[in-house]
């Protein structure tokens, strides 16, 4: 990755170099320059919707071919002769070292892995901002169009910008990827900032273009004039999408998706140029293009491949783990590796970027020693180091297309046959084993599913959501006392974890530990008062326990957190209408009829809006009976007489056998004929005789308690009870208004 950290000096028009192209104008372009980067998204973001999966896959083996070479440059470049491996000694072993070390502590601590994976989310965009302004430069020379200081400086900052702009973005939130750290910035906030920056970036951008236009031809600035709109189509163009349509902007697909693929192809474009001139430099006979390519590939499998499934097979490590670990720290080590080496005020890389290099002059070599010359025996071409260099790579090959097999089994094809396959191949990947969790729950073999969830987390007992998700497994499985013990442990290491809390709160209810299941639902709004499972789960508790007032408090925030978030609650409906009558039920208790009468009215209207009859018939049965307690017995009678008739659409036969047991009770308290009283008991007991219970044994002695006090007028009302139950719903209200209460 060239980079440009010198500052130019001021020139005047001059004339460009007789090969201004480092392959030709076409595949500069395309590639070096980026020009491919507008129909490589479109098509990726219109296809990735379709075929997720199977997208996921062609990155997986585009990594192959383009991301890993990538890094095995770099690696090249530093490591393959003496004179470059002393030169960078700082990078190539202490930083190497401290790498390693810190690979080694997260495989022992997993806590400290999304930390090293949000360093390298963060640092990628940094990285092909780089490349994008040094090969900017580069070109910028190339082609004798050298920028002043005032234009170099103008377009930096707006290189800079564009990455400050994507961070933002980035940190904006919450993060949904418990790998990737967020900062939380407000969106209030970060969005004029985002905006400000793009200007930033358009303004001084194109005045930078615009002044150097004035000294050359657009045809000479072509390649800055794309590396400027490439690095607006990475980084301004889906930010301003996000801002503008609220869409998120994926971290990941910076580091893993197609912009990563074109990084790298950009990259392997620059660095293959480069390591030809030097070895025609050296005057290296036995360079080959052809071998350099392979060296490549076979050295990127060598440093992301092997380790992984080496540290999960030999020492039962987390596969996912340690992919996640070794995939951030060799990109870390890039990182900081290709900022040392590519560096245009290297007059050995400016002579050989900048076709300055001068007729017959050699770049030194150091001399020989046991390192060096170890290098040139491997690299020579006696028929033992031919044999180690072949069947070395040709290991490496076959392991990456068993690795691209794995991935294939797991992601791609994914059913329950392939997941097991992927399974057999790597037992200790717990992504594997989720997946054919799920796999095997859908299936209905429910001891497979809860077999591979228990491996997934003994894979890796720091990681939380392994654990939670084999803890889920043991509740859909009736296990909840090893449930409630397993969220147990997970709690003490982490105090905080609000999903955790509300389970565990959960299964204290359901193993009768009704004060922790209360204390423990308290902990979570102490923690995030928007909860809404949190209080709504209080709420219920304190109810059961008679306390109507206090539940009320929590219901009534229930109601508010789902009023300000209404499209996270929307399966929510009836969870909702119960809140709200629960409150009304509180305040008809408190003595309080006009705010209880408010509250079932706006029951009864959102069930309305459900299309539940059911539960807006309660809502109206509730209502019936504060308008009796208040006197309305116009207002009651009306109420239970709506509840009846939707009670007619419901299918909730019970519900509705009550709704008629109150109002007969209703209509004997009121002095009804007694003929219509016992009509309503004969329907509610008639709609209970296949429940019975103590409903139905209430039912049946008011029923006695009324065909007694009826006498011989019982056998008119069994004879015509059609005909009376009409008439006991069509009571006017002028019936009980004449009534005392």
């Known amino acids: 990755m060239p980079a440009e950290t010198g500052a130019a ?22 590639v070096g320059c980026g020009a491919w980067s507008a129909p490589l998204l479109i098509l990726t973001t219109y296809m990735g919707r379709f075929t997720p999966a199977t997208w996921s896959f062609a990155f997986y083996f585009l990594a192959l071919l383009f991301n890993y070479p990538h890094f095995m440059a770099t690696i090249y470049r530093a490591y393959h002769s003496y004179d470059e491996f002393t030169k960078y000694r700082f990078f190539t072993v202490h930083v190497a070292l401290l790498l390693a070390v810190t690979g080694l502590v997260a ?15 963060c640092w990628s965009p940094w990285h092909y901002t780089g490349q994008n302004f040094g090969l900017l430069m580069m070109f910028a020379r190339r082609t004798g169009v050298m920028p002043t200081e005032q234009e170099r400086r103008a ?3 707006a290189f800079v910008a564009s990455f400050v702009m994507l961070m933002v ?3 904006t939130g919450t993060s949904n990827d418990p790998l990737i750290l967020s900062l939380g910035l407000a969106a209030k906030f970060t969005t004029p900032v985002r905006l400000l920056l793009a200007a930033f970036f358009v303004v001084a951008s194109g005045w930078a273009l615009r002044s150097l236009s004035r000294r050359s031809s657009w045809r000479a600035l072509l390649p800055t004039t794309t590396l400027v709109v490439t690095q607006f189509m990475w980084f301004l163009l889906p930010v301003l999408i996000e801002v503008l349509s609220g869409r998120e902007v994926p971290q990941i697909r910076y580091s893993s998706g197609i912009l990563a693929v074109m990084h ?3 990259y392997l474009w620059i660095t293959s140029y480069y390591q030809a001139k030097e070895a025609r430099a050296n005057k290296k006979a036995t360079w080959s293009f052809g071998w350099y390519v392979v060296t490549l590939v076979a050295g990127g499998i060598a440093l992301f491949i092997p380790g992984p499934w080496i540290v999960s097979r030999v020492f039962h490590v987390d596969f996912a783990a340690s992919f996640l670990t070794f995939t951030a720290l060799v990109n870390l080590h890039h990182f900081l590796l290709d900022g040392a080496i590519w560096k245009l005020r290297d007059s050995r890389i400016a002579s050989l970027l900048l076709n300055k290099l001068e007729s017959g002059k050699e770049v030194a070599v150091g001399a020989p020693n046991a390192f060096a010359r170890g290098l040139r025996w491997l690299a020579s071409t006696s028929p033992a180091s031919r044999t180690l260099r072949i069947s070395v790579v040709a290991i490496l090959l076959l392991w990456g297309g068993v690795d691209q097999l794995h991935f294939f089994w797991a992601n791609v094809s994914a059913n329950l046959a392939s997941l097991k396959k992927a399974a057999r191949l790597n037992p200790d990947d717990s992504a594997v084993q989720l997946r054919l969790a ?4 859908n299936a209905g073999d429910i001891d497979g599913s809860l077999q591979a969830l228990q491996r997934a987390a003994e894979l890796n007992p720091s990681n939380v959501s392994l654990q939670e998700a084999f803890a889920r497994g043991l509740i859909t499985a009736g296990r909840d006392a090893e449930a409630y013990q397993l969220y147990s442990k997970l709690l003490a290491r982490s105090p905080g974890n609000v999903s955790a809390l509300i389970n565990y709160g959960l299964l204290a209810q359901r193993l009768n530990h009704e004060e922790e ?3 423990t639902w308290q902990r979570v709004l102490a923690i995030d008062p928007m909860q809404a499972s949190a209080q709504l789960y209080v709420g219920q508790a304190l109810q059961k326990r008679g306390q109507l007032q206090a ?4 219901y009534h925030a229930y109601l508010r957190i789902v009023s300000t978030h209404p499209e996270e609650h929307r399966s929510e409906g009836p969870t909702v209408v119960s809140a709200l009558l629960n409150v009304a039920d509180a305040d008809a208790a408190g003595h309080h009829p006009a705010a209880a009468l408010q509250g079932y009215a706006a029951a009864a209207q959102f069930a309305q809006q459900l299309g539940d009859p059911s539960l807006q018939s309660l809502a109206l049965a509730h209502a019936a009976e504060v308008h009796e307690q208040a006197g309305d017995l116009a207002g009651a009678a009306a109420a239970f007489q709506q509840a009846l008739a939707l009670d007619e659409k419901s299918v909730d036969g019970r519900n509705s056998a009550v709704d008629w047991f109150n109002y007969a009770q209703f209509l004997h308290r009121q002095k009804q004929p007694e003929m219509l009283v016992l009509a309503c008991l004969l329907k509610s007991v008639e709609l209970l005789s296949t429940s019975p219970g103590e409903e139905q044994a209430a039912a049946a002695k008011a029923e006695a308690e009324s065909e007694a006090r009826l006498g011989e007028g019982t056998r008119n009302v069994r004879a015509h009870l059609a005909d009376f139950v009409r008439r006991a719903v069509s009571l006017p209200a002028s019936v009980f208004n004449t009534v005392s209460h």
């Open 9 to 30: 000096p001021e020139l005047g028009p001059n004339s460009g170099p007789k090969q201004p192209w480092v392959y030709g104008p076409w595949l500069d372009l395309i």
């Open 551 to 554: 539940a009320a408090r929590h």
């Open 438 to 441: 799920r796999a095997s729950n």
């Open 517 to 519: 299941a209360i204390d």
């Open 155 to 157: 377009l930096r900052l």
């Open 169 to 171: 973005s980035f940190h």
């Open 264 to 266: 790298s192809a950009q």
């Open 107 to 121: 495989h022992l601590w997993y806590p400290l892995i999304p930390w090293i994976f949000t360093l390298y989310i």
